[in-house]
């Protein structure tokens, strides 16, 4: 038996079934996976992705025959951000202890899927991780531009007002902070520390359709693909307005 990967799975709540969900597998190979056979390096980054721990906690690299992911590749892919396990989400949120970065346009799901994302964020902050969020400004012209190619008829401004409510009472904890962008956002980013979820947007779709990559940090990845997505988002953080948690309507210049 594979202990390490069953107390994994224990510890974070994560069933066989979850599991072969998320690795996009039969729940029999994660069977195997328990009774000892190694999976796939594929197989292997979405498993320590999800359960949050090092691959060689769950599979020493003596065990294995391929080389781990470098600093440059995805540590996990999803085919739509649907397919990331909620239990995921979560571990990251709870698990950060220096930054949280978000970058979207509405980011409905993020409080949706967890009516108590403030709450959690809030219990972060207290903890001395800073927090940023950067929505687009509903009254900009890239939310538009985006309402248009999306054919939602006017709706995504909408959608962006009723995501803010969510995070309102953040305003008042010291190391949080909300802003607004009016850009053009390819990706939806969402940083906890060293790991990273970055989202696609192919144009026309939106974004919960669309792949979404696991990066993880790792040494020398100055380069990296997580790097790069890091100084995209400061660059953007740099232009957008801070929030004051008004309402916000086609004449508000806070």
Same mark, same amino acid.
């Given at each position: 038996?594979?202990?390490?990967?069953?107390?994994?799975?224990?510890?974070?709540? %994560?069933?066989?079934?979850?599991?072969?969900?998320?690795?996009?597998?039969?729940?029999?190979?994660?069977?195997?996976? &328990?009774?000892?056979?190694?999976?796939?390096?594929?197989?292997?980054?979405?498993? +320590? $992705?999800?359960?949050?721990?090092?691959?060689?906690?769950?599979?020493?690299?003596?065990?294995?025959?391929?080389?781990?992911?470098?600093?440059? *590749?995805?540590? +996990?892919? #999803?085919?739509?951000?649907?397919?990331?396990?909620?239990?995921?989400?979560?571990?990251?949120?709870?698990?950060?202890?220096?930054? =949280?970065?978000?970058?979207?346009?509405?980011?409905?799901?993020? +409080?949706?899927?967890?009516?108590?994302? @403030?709450?959690?964020?809030?219990?972060?902050?207290?903890? $001395?991780?800073?927090?940023? &969020?950067?929505?687009?400004?509903?009254?900009?012209? @890239?939310?538009?531009?985006?309402?248009?190619? *999306?054919?939602?008829?006017?709706?995504?401004?909408?959608? =962006?007002?009723?995501?803010?409510?969510? #995070?309102?009472?953040?305003?008042?904890?010291? $190391?949080?902070? =909300?802003?607004?962008?009016?850009?053009?956002?390819?990706?939806?980013?969402?940083? #906890?520390?060293?790991?990273?979820?970055?989202?696609?947007?192919?144009?026309?779709?939106?974004?919960? +359709?669309?792949?979404?990559?696991?990066?993880?940090?790792?040494?020398?990845? *100055?380069?990296?693909?997580?790097?790069? #997505? %890091?100084?995209?988002?400061?660059?953007?953080?740099?232009?957008?307005?801070?929030?004051?948690?008004?309402?916000?309507?086609?004449?508000?210049?806070?």
């Amino acid at each position: 038996m594979n202990e390490q990967l069953r107390s994994a799975m224990a510890r974070q709540g %994560v069933s066989p079934d979850a599991l072969a969900a998320a690795c996009a597998v039969d729940p029999k190979t994660v069977g195997r996976w &328990l009774a000892g056979r190694v999976p796939h390096a594929r197989h292997r980054w979405t498993t +320590a $992705g999800l359960l949050a721990v090092a691959e060689d906690t769950i599979w020493p690299s003596s065990q294995r025959s391929t080389p781990s992911a470098s600093p440059a *590749e995805p540590a +996990a892919c #999803y085919p739509n951000r649907a397919s990331v396990p909620r239990e995921f989400w979560l571990s990251l949120l709870e698990g950060t202890e220096h930054q =949280i970065d978000v970058l979207v346009y509405s980011g409905t799901f993020f +409080a949706q899927t967890n009516p108590h994302v @403030a709450r959690m964020l809030t219990a972060r902050a207290r903890a $001395g991780v800073a927090i940023r &969020l950067c929505f687009a400004d509903p009254a900009g012209s @890239a939310v538009a531009q985006r309402d248009r190619e *999306e054919e939602l008829d006017g709706t995504l401004a909408a959608k =962006i007002r009723a995501s803010l409510t969510y #995070y309102r009472a953040l305003l008042t904890e010291p $190391g949080c902070e =909300i802003r607004l962008h009016n850009a053009t956002v390819y990706a939806s980013l969402f940083r #906890y520390d060293d790991d990273l979820l970055a989202n696609p947007h192919i144009w026309g779709q939106p974004a919960s +359709a669309n792949p979404l990559l696991h990066l993880r940090r790792g040494p020398g990845a *100055e380069l990296g693909w997580f790097e790069q #997505y %890091v100084t995209s988002f400061e660059a953007l953080w740099e232009t957008a307005r801070r929030w004051g948690g008004t309402t916000i309507d086609k004449t508000s210049k806070e």
